[in-house]
């Protein structure tokens, strides 16, 4: 979450594999700091930060929790959350920088942050458990087993030793469905040298028996891109889109970001900063209708590393939500 942070702050994304501490100081040095206060402790870089937000410094003799709810009140948070604990204040300091106070917003306002990587689920307003937002389902073959969860990696592919497959419930999966206008959720993933099979990173809408649809990244082995194949199966209702593949961008192991939007007239992606690509629905697709989410059949990255979830987003959104 430290990460999450520093990004939104506008720093790089490559301190993801810092410590804390230097995470801290590198979130300092974006309110103009010195590289200095790499060997101050995690308490006082916290201050600094808070004071260099707009803060009072007498919060260099408070705890975590205070001083971070100091740093949310400088950028215009609400101070009631005083008595949340870290999780909590670390999510809203994010969306509030995202999308609220301290300057001009960097990218719209997140609904839910699920960060694998540091174990910290922010959905539906309030902290979570991994079990209060990824579950099983034998319906849509959702499963989950918590040790698939690795502390700093994420959580693990199928061809990566992983069994899960997510599905989406509770507070997160009420968040990706909260406005019948569709969805936007951007997935940071880690992918494979090797892909075995095609299923990156996506998520299915189901609503049993009328209709199924797959917004998903793949793989195209033969040509070696990212490409994007989606599918809309709505049965009683009727309609398809056109199935054939979008070429994204060339394909390259390591961090990746991917930003899918669902709308009831389009389904689109982007993919590492690449121009979107998006596909019409027709007839409109019943988001309001829609009431289970899954990550889909198989999932073949090495690590799901967070799942964002926003209102739906326009193309030049999406591009700026998926740089790297």
């Known amino acids: 979450m430290w990460s999450d942070l520093l990004v939104a702050l506008g720093g790089s ?7 804390e501490e230097q995470m801290l100081a590198a979130i300092r040095n974006t309110y103009g700091g010195s590289v200095s206060a790499l060997t101050t402790s995690e308490s006082d870089l916290l201050a600094s930060i808070v004071g260099a937000a707009g803060g009072s410094a007498s919060v260099l003799t408070q705890d975590e929790e205070q001083m971070l709810a100091a740093l949310l009140s400088a950028l215009g948070g609400s101070g009631s959350a005083l008595t949340s604990p870290s999780e909590v204040l670390l999510a809203a300091i994010i969306i509030q920088r995202e999308g609220g106070g301290g300057g001009e917003p960097t ?3 997140a609904k839910s942050i699920i960060d694998f990587v540091t174990g910290s689920y922010y959905a539906g307003g309030a902290s979570r458990s991994l079990t209060d937002v990824i579950g099983t389902d034998a319906e849509t073959g959702g499963t989950l087993d918590p040790s698939d969860v690795i502390g700093g990696f994420g959580l693990r592919g199928l061809q990566n030793g992983g069994t899960t497959t997510p599905n989406y419930i509770g507070p997160l999966l009420s968040d990706m469905l909260s406005d019948s206008g569709g ?3 951007l997935f940071e993933i ?3 040298a090797s892909p075995n099979g095609d299923a990156m990173a996506g998520f299915d809408f189901f609503n049993s028996p009328a209709w199924d649809t797959d917004m998903t990244l793949a793989l195209a082995s033969d040509t070696g891109n990212f490409t994007f194949s989606p599918s809309l199966s709505t049965g009683l209702i009727g309609g398809t889109i056109p199935p054939d ?3 994204l961008t060339p394909y390259a ?4 970001r991917v930003a899918i939007t669902g709308t009831p007239d389009s389904i689109a992606i982007s993919v590492n900063g690449g121009n979107t690509a998006r596909f019409s629905v027709s007839p409109p697709f019943p988001f ?3 009431n289970k989410a899954y990550f889909g059949n198989s999932f073949n990255a090495d690590y799901l590393r967070s799942i964002k979830v926003y209102a739906p987003q326009n193309d030049a959104t999406m591009k700026t939500l998926s740089a790297l």
Do not use: E, R
């Open 253 to 256: 192991a390591g961090l990746c």
């Open 288 to 290: 309001n209708l829609v």
């Open 190 to 192: 880690t992918a494979p």
């Open 183 to 185: 969805v936007t959720v």
């Open 13 to 19: 994304d490559s301190y993801k594999t810092m410590s």
């Open 245 to 247: 593949q979008a070429v």
């Open 107 to 109: 990218s719209p306002t």
